[in-house]
């Protein structure tokens, strides 16, 4: 049993094994090949210094696999030659550091998917549902909006100032609304309901006489110097009895501000006719202006007026 075991350990290594090992053991002795090979000695002298070298060593190799060994030195084989930079090398290194780029790249795509899926499924699905409803307002919503409001305007004048009014705010805001323009159309919506509001609305123009505070005035205009203006100042009072606030043009500005007390423009004759009631016994008997009715755009004037306002005195 020990005989065998013995003889097992000392039996030569692989040929080929043994072969790449001669193509090593030159590669690392290169001073051996240039005067061995190099010189004017002959092969054999080469063999015997290789074959000396590994009994040395307690190898025993075979003159086969020396000259084997001594050949494919020449013909550089077992020696790794690294492949020309190609497409091929360059993913099969990408593949093999995989693990130094391929989180960081994983997280990018990842980012880039899900930014692309939000546009794509959710972003431009809510853009397009944006843009249909506009389209919609546009071309049925605004214009249904327009005709309810005429329609009203219609059933509650009593004049029909009103009406004609009316059409042409409409005739205005459907056409903005068919050009894409929505400002313009609800600019129509505000104006018909200004309108309806301006109908439905009651109150009564007092004059303004309580102590201490101006009943009346009169001022030169800027624009005309030789020209004397006449205000009685008033105050819109509705049913309820309390002031109405209501949209007066200032015409020293042509601003249009929201007011319940304003200078009315009167002639001459009615703003004297006010300012000797007052002067009478302090009291203004005849206090009423004008009455505005249900249904009407203008207060119906018991005294002369000349139409303009100003909010400022």
């Known amino acids: 049993m020990t005989t065998v075991t013995a003889t097992a350990e000392k039996a030569p290594l692989d040929e080929v094994m043994l072969a790449m090992d001669v193509v090593d053991t030159l590669r690392h002795r290169q001073d051996l090949v ?104 546009l071309s049925e919503g605004l214009p249904a909006q327009m005709d309810a ?33 929505r400002a313009g159309a609800q600019q129509a919506i505000a104006d018909l309901t200004a309108l309806r509001d301006r109908l439905r609305s009651e109150y009564t123009l007092k004059i303004v006489s309580k102590e201490g505070e101006r009943s009346a005035f009169w001022r030169v205009p800027d624009a005309n110097p030789d020209a004397t203006n006449y205000y009685i100042i008033v105050q819109a009072i509705g049913t309820d009895g309390q002031p109405v606030a209501l949209p007066v043009t200032n015409e020293e500005t042509g601003t249009v501000e929201t007011v319940d007390t304003w200078g009315a423009r009167v002639p001459e004759s009615t703003y004297r006719s006010v300012e000797n009631d007052k002067r009478d016994d302090g009291i203004i008997q005849r206090a009423t202006l004008g009455l505005k009715e249900y249904g009407f755009l203008d207060p119906d004037y018991v005294m002369p007026v000349l139409g303009g306002a100003v909010t400022r005195w």
Not at 149 to 165: D, F, G, M, S
């Open 34 to 137: 240039e005067r061995e090979l190099m010189g004017d000695a002959r092969e054999k002298q080469l063999l015997d210094r290789l074959r000396d070298i590994y009994h040395h060593q307690g190898i025993e190799v075979t003159d086969d696999v020396l000259r084997a060994g001594v050949k494919a030195l020449a013909e550089s084989r077992f020696v790794y030659t690294p492949p020309k930079p190609s497409l091929s090398t360059t993913l099969a290194r990408a593949y093999v550091s995989r693990k130094t780029w391929g989180p960081a790249t994983l997280a990018i795509a990842l980012v880039v998917v899900v930014g692309l899926g939000g546009y794509f499924l959710a972003w431009q699905p809510f853009q397009a549902a944006q843009a249909e409803a506009a389209r919609i307002e």
């Open 149 to 181: 409001l005429y329609q009203t305007i219609y059933e509650e004048t009593k004049v029909q100032q009103a009406v004609t009014t009316a059409d042409t705010i409409r005739t205005r805001g459907k056409g903005l609304a068919a050009e894409n323009n």
